[in-house]
């Protein structure tokens, strides 16, 4: 069996990629990859082979057609994958004069909140929210909550959220009264 198998690599190869090089303009490693996958699938399962209704080259080949372009499917659908990903990445991404912004506004709005005595929770909270955080597990962490089951999770960072979004809400307010004296 052994001396069979090496003399089916050694027939065939060499043709399948000479016709995969120049029929699909594959390049050498995909080729390669190709026709190899193609009689090693053979030879694990001879009997996928009808020696009536083809020629054992033709077959090879065939199986090797389809490999290649399964293999191009596969890189077309991970390319399109990787695009995708770095679409989301891009627009998740603040440009570096937007961060400096936010980092500042964010010092001096919680300094503003220091000294209405906010419970350290609190702080946490508002840091990542102004920060630009909207994760729900994130935000849990500050309050404690991290541990809790997610529905539960997600309603109690609502509720804080939405208390201390009113609170800055109603800082802004202040500050623009004390602005017009």
Do not use: W
């Amino acid at each position: 069996m052994p001396v069979a198998n090496a003399k089916v690599f050694e027939l065939f190869v060499p043709f399948m990629l000479k016709t995969l090089s120049s029929e699909m303009k594959c390049d050498t490693e995909e080729a390669r990859a190709c026709a190899l996958e193609a009689v090693i699938e053979y030879l694990r399962r001879p009997d996928g082979y009808d020696r009536d209704q083809s020629l054992l080259r033709s077959y090879l080949m065939l199986v090797a057609r389809r490999n290649v372009l399964d293999s191009r499917r596969s890189q077309q659908r991970r390319v399109l994958r990787e695009q995708k990903f770095a679409d989301v990445i891009e627009l998740q991404a603040r440009p570096p004069n937007e961060e400096m912004e936010a980092a500042v506004e964010t010092a001096l709005a919680l300094k503003r909140l220091e000294r209405r005595n906010m419970t350290q929770e609190d702080q946490g909270v508002l840091r990542l929210i102004l920060q630009g955080e909207s994760s729900t597990l994130e935000l849990a962490r500050p309050l404690g909550k991290a541990g809790l089951p997610a529905p539960e999770r997600k309603r109690v960072v609502k509720q804080n959220r939405d208390r201390l979004l009113k609170q800055l809400r109603r800082l802004g307010k202040e500050e623009d009264t004390h602005d017009e004296s």
